[in-house]
């Protein structure tokens, strides 16, 4: 019997997907699949919580299924439809069928009860159009679940999901309750734009991802960007961390440091200079106020960073 892969296991695989983390997201993944809960994962926009779902599907081998939450969202468009055109197609087909089916009937009473015997076949899981949740649920190999922005879904919908977090099943009034064939593995994400139910919250394993420490992002920008020198690599988050802590509308998020590094690997750049840095603050800061506070202090934060 194959042993299930143990949480240092899980961290050099998703090392191995292009994804370095920590212990406790390693850790977390392991106890997620081991006691069958779902994750929400919660942290600061750009830290890499989409990106932790589709490195869990690539190392455990299984198809990613995405929910992009945004208000509004409802059952329809999350769980199921009904292929109305199909159904309404096979009724023209079989329309010649209905004299012979209500052949021998001598009132609207006795017409109505022999189409309701017929009615259910037009509600069977062949005219069912899957959504993801239902699609993660019904996979018999075992899906990862990604609903992305879950705090920006209306409490309704959030509401509607307490079953399906529960005991992986969904309940479909024309068809019953509907189990998983394999259990997902099920990642939600927020940024906290709004609270959470408690509900929710209990269904579920917590992991906070913040922005990663210096050594951590040095070695994510080790693996993604290989062809920086080590010298620039060290500058650059050197001075991405410390621009951090400054008042900013938006802080530098993990990918926007691995395309500022991209940016002056393309340059050519062996080390970060005043010049090279106002050129390219637009690659690294997405508001034009946040690149002027920058630019102000430019000089204090060489002189900080790199006076040696």
């Keep these: 019997m194959t042993q299930p892969p143990s949480d240092a296991d899980i961290k050099a ?5 292009g994804y370095i983390c920590n212990d406790r997201i390693a850790l977390t993944l392991f106890l997620a699949r081991a006691l069958e809960k779902p994750v929400l994962v919660e942290g600061p926009p750009g830290v890499g919580k989409t990106e932790l779902a589709r490195a869990s599907a690539q190392y455990f081998g299984r198809d990613l299924i995405r929910l992009q939450c945004y208000e509004g969202l409802d059952e329809a468009k999350a769980l199921y439809e009904w ?8 009724t023209q087909v079989l329309k010649d069928k209905l004299g012979e089916l209500l052949r021998g009937t001598d009132n609207l009473a006795e017409a109505m009860e022999r189409l309701y015997q017929v009615d259910d076949l037009f509600y069977s899981r062949r005219f069912l159009e899957p959504r993801p949740l239902l699609q993660a649920l019904t996979a018999e190999q075992g899906t990862v679940l990604l609903i992305d922005e879950i705090d920006k879904a209306d409490q309704e919908f959030e509401s509607f999901l307490l079953e399906m977090l529960a005991d992986y099943q969904v309940s479909i009034p024309e068809l019953g309750t509907l189990q998983a064939t394999t259990r997902p593995l099920v990642l939600l994400t927020s940024n906290n734009t709004r609270e959470l139910s408690d509900a929710l919250k209990r269904r ?5 991802i913040p922005f990663p420490d210096a050594e951590l992002e040095r070695r994510i920008l080790a693996s993604r960007v290989p062809g920086i020198r080590e010298q620039l690599r060290r500058q650059l988050v050197a001075f991405v961390q410390e621009v951090r802590t400054l008042d900013l509308k938006k802080q530098p998020a993990i990918s926007e440091t691995i395309d500022w590094a991209r940016t002056l690997v393309l340059l050519h750049a062996e080390a970060l200079a005043p010049e090279l840095v106002t050129d390219t603050l637009n690659v690294l800061l997405k508001h034009e106020e946040d690149i002027r506070t920058v630019q102000d202090q430019l000089r204090q934060l060489f002189s900080r960073l790199f006076k040696g």
Excluded: D, I, P, W
């Excluded at 292929?83 to 096979?90: F, N, R, T, V």
């Design 13 to 17: 695989g998703l090392a191995s997907a």
């Design 83 to 90: 292929k109305y055109g199909k159904q309404l197609l096979y």
């Design 204 to 208: 579920c394993l917590h992991l906070f």
